[in-house]
């Protein structure tokens, strides 16, 4: 158990449309991190959220674009959906400020783009 | 980009036998995580190693660092069934803690 929820678990869109993807995270978890994993490959950062406000972002484009809210919940947002935008979308809770702490991940949103 | 790679990127073994794996990276690191991912599910992390330890232990799992060649081994004694899965170490960049980066992955089947 992460203390870090994700939905829906699945998913299917269709080309050009727009989805939003949900995580929520435990209290005391002030930076959310999100990461898109294409089919056998590693997880790739997108972006970071601390306390409201973009904190870092991936090689990903500004159609891929975040919330995180005061409960420490959080939304991805993808516009225009592309093919490969198809994968498993990881949204992952942290303290920030604290060294080497621990990253915990939600079980992942996945997204199918026909 | 992926700032470590894992080898092997595939790793069948026996039951019983111990499994290694390894991962180099490119740039100076705070820290490196291994992280273990069964089929589709999320990441469970496993084990934490800083930049200025060189072995640590958790149970069946023994992580080494080597800074001065940029890569580390994961060595899992004992494998179970349970333990099939893909595994991924994870380096933070320096100066920017939490902003951590994946490797592709050793995917791991242990044979009955």
């Known amino acids: 158990e992460t203390g870090v929820t994700q939905s829906p678990t699945h998913l299917i869109k269709t080309r050009g449309q727009q989805v939003t993807l949900r995580c929520s995270s435990q209290?005391?978890?002030?930076?959310v991190s999100w990461y898109q994993q294409a089919l056998g490959q590693g997880p790739q950062f997108i972006f970071q959220?601390?306390?409201?406000?973009?904190?870092g972002r991936g090689n990903f484009p500004p159609r891929f674009s975040g919330l995180q809210f005061p409960n420490y919940s959080s939304e991805l947002n993808v516009n225009a959906l592309e093919l490969d935008d198809s994968a498993l979308y990881l949204c992952?809770?942290?303290?920030?400020?604290?060294?080497?702490?621990?990253?915990?991940f939600g079980e992942g949103s996945w997204l199918t783009v026909v | 980009s992926q700032q470590g790679e894992e080898d092997p990127q595939a790793l069948s073994i026996q039951e019983g036998e111990n499994a290694t794996m390894n991962c180099s990276y490119k740039?100076?690191?705070?820290?490196l995580q291994w992280y273990r991912q069964n089929s589709g599910r999320g990441l469970v992390h496993l084990i934490l190693?800083?930049?200025?330890?060189r072995e640590k232990h958790s149970g069946r799992l023994r992580v080494t660092l080597d800074t001065s060649k940029k890569s580390s081994s994961l060595l899992i004694t004992a494998s179970r069934a349970a333990d099939t899965a893909s595994y991924f170490c994870?380096?933070?960049?320096?100066?920017?803690?939490?902003?951590?980066?994946f490797g592709k992955g050793t995917r791991l089947h242990i044979l009955p």
């Open positions: 992952a809770g942290s303290l920030q400020g604290v060294s080497g702490n621990t990253i915990y």
């Open positions: 209290s005391g978890h002030n930076t």
């Open positions: 959220y601390y306390r409201e406000e973009e904190n």
């Open positions: 740039t100076s690191i705070n820290n």
């Open positions: 190693i800083r930049s200025n330890e």
């Open positions: 994870a380096t933070v960049w320096m100066n920017r803690d939490d902003k951590i980066i």
